[in-house]
Every structure is written in structure tokens, then in C-alpha cells.
């Protein structure tokens, strides 16, 4: 996960710069399918052609995004759209046999080859799938917000802008990340034995998974706050709302993730303090709009 308004030069050994890539919106991990031998596990199982769909676009998922770093978005999501779509038919067809029977491993985008999550349940499969889904989501948003031009002004100093359109698409970004992490709250984890539940990594906890979707409801409406300060048409009242939703939207999320057991370390702590960051912010946004 990432968050931080900034672009941060770190120096480290040898002198050797790492750069920390700038960032506007709280994005999450990317997970990929670790390749196996799916043709040997389910031979006598389920038909051929389902093994060698569900072989190709696991395959294809992984490369994809190997090749680009996670970069190439509207490839990813067209391949998990349908990856989603194919576990979806094999999650309805109960007679078919696959589940317990086959061995999905995904791990870390950039983590080696090393396995992080190895499942037998389809509905766990599905989790991921989406997950992922609304990773995409978020680093779409992000990238959206952050300005890619320089204006001169006035002044002669640099003005860096994120044009109305692009904003606009990050709200809508927003919003379906949010809708895709509340489906997993609501549909897939009722659907887990509680073995499976309780070995969750951290980012797909429960209580994390429904923090992340009310903070990107949050993120959204913080846009929107300043898309209405931007408009001239846009009344007193509307930005007071708007600011209010903001603040409701932030403590939501801080009080739901304040009650994980895993907020004391890896990504729900740091998810916290981004949360808290970003609930003192819309508290003086709201304050400002109010009085200005």
C-alpha cells in the first residue's frame, strides 16, 4: 500500500538515490498468480478447455502485469473481468468437483518468486480476483490526480493542475473501488469457512476491507469538495455538505479500523495514520469552507 502527497528523493548506500514515486490517492498492493501445473491437478476433474481458460488467463494476469509493473491497467482489467467471469461459472457449477481440488497460489507483485496465499476455495479465489480489481481501481485514480503539466502563472512560478475531467474520472474511479471492496465484505467473506478467514493477510481482513472501501468514499468526496470550490455555481450550503461528508466519511473509517486486531503493525497500521491524516485535513477543510 502507498500514501503521500509527495515525491521523496531517499539516498541510501553509495549514495544511490531511490526515488519514492508521488502519490494522491491510498493504493493498494498488487497480487499475481503464481503459475502451477493446473493440466496434472484437475486432470479427470473438469474439462480440458476450462483447465487450459483458467491456465491462460492466470498466465496472462501474471505476465501482464510483470511486464509492466501493474502499469497496464485497461489490460489487466479486461483479463480479470474475464477471469472473474470464468470463476464465476465454475463457482455455480457445484457438481463440477474443482474446489478442494486444485491449488491457486498468488503472491506480491515484485516479491520474488515466492508464494504468498495458497488456496483451495473458489469463493477465496474470487476474493482475490476482486481485491485486485479494486487495486486497479485506486492506482487508476491516483495516477489521474496527480498533475502531469506545469503552467506558468502570473507570478512566473510553476502551477501544477489536475484538469476537471481527470478528476472527475477519479471519482468515478473511486466510488467502484469502493463498490468492489464493499462486495467483499458483503458477498465473498460470508462465504469463507472461518479457518480460511482467520489466515487473511491483513489487507483483506474484514474490518480492513471495509475500512478501505468508506476511505475511498472519503477520497472521493474530497475531490468533489474541491471540484465545488472550483465552481462558481456551487452554493455555500453544497460546499458545507460536501466538507461535512467528507469529515462523517473519515471517522467512519477510523473507527472501523480502529477495532482490527492486525491495526498494530504492516498495512492497517500505516492505513490508520493515513486515516487520521486525512480526517484532521477534511476537520480544516471544513472549518475553511464554512467560514470563507
Known amino acids: 500500500m502507498g500514501c503521500a502527497q509527495s515525491t521523496i528523493a531517499v539516498v541510501g548506500r553509495k549514495n544511490k ?3 519514492i ?6 493504493v493498494l498492493q498488487f497480487r ?6 493446473l493440466q ?9 478447455t476450462t483447465i487450459n481458460r483458467l491456465t491462460c488467463l492466470r498466465n496472462q494476469i501474471e505476465l501482464v502485469a510483470e511486464d509492466t509493473g501493474g502499469s497496464a ?11 472473474l467471469s470464468l470463476l464465476s461459472g465454475l463457482i455455480k457449477k457445484s457438481k463440477d468437483g474443482m474446489e478442494g481440488c486444485v491449488e491457486l497460489k498468488w503472491r506480491t507483485l515484485g516479491d520474488g518468486r515466492r508464494a504468498e496465499i495458497c488456496c ?15 487495486a486497479l481501481a485506486l492506482t487508476e485514480a491516483n495516477s489521474l490526480m496527480i498533475p502531469k503539466d506545469c503552467y506558468a502563472s502570473g507570478s512566473g512560478n510553476g502551477v501544477r493542475v489536475v484538469s476537471t475531467d481527470c478528476r472527475r474520472d477519479a471519482v468515478d474511479l473511486l466510488l467502484k473501488a469502493s463498490g468492489y471492496l464493499e462486495f467483499c465484505v458483503r458477498e465473498i467473506l460470508t ?42 455555481k456551487a452554493t455555500l450550503s453544497v460546499k458545507r455538505r460536501i466538507a461535512c461528508e467528507q ?3 473519515f471517522t467512519q473509517a477510523y473507527h472501523c479500523l480502529s477495532s482490527c486486531e492486525a491495526v498494530s503493525h504492516g498495512c492497517a497500521k500505516k492505513l490508520l495514520r493515513f486515516i487520521y491524516w486525512k480526517f484532521l485535513e477534511a476537520k480544516v477543510l471544513y472549518v475553511y469552507v464554512s467560514y470563507c
Do not use: C
Open 17 to 19: 538515490k531511490r526515488i
Open 21 to 26: 514515486q508521488e502519490s494522491v490517492v491510498f
Open 32 to 37: 499475481v498468480p503464481v503459475q502451477s501445473d
Open 40 to 48: 496434472r491437478q484437475l486432470k479427470g476433474v473438469s474439462p480440458k
Open 73 to 83: 491497467i485497461s489490460e489487466l482489467r479486461t483479463a480479470l473481468e474475464e477471469y
Open 120 to 134: 483451495t476455495n473458489l469463493w477465496m479465489e474470487m476474493l482475490i480476483v476482486i481485491h485486485m480489481m479494486a
Open 191 to 232: 462465504q469463507l469457512p472461518h479457518d480460511i478467514k482467520s489466515k487473511l493477510p491483513d489487507d483483506m481482513q474484514e474490518s480492513v476491507l471495509q475500512t478501505l472501501s468508506i476511505q475511498a468514499l472519503g477520497q472521493g468526496t474530497e475531490i468533489q469538495l474541491g471540484l465545488a470550490v472550483d465552481s462558481q
Open 247 to 249: 469529515v462523517i466519511y
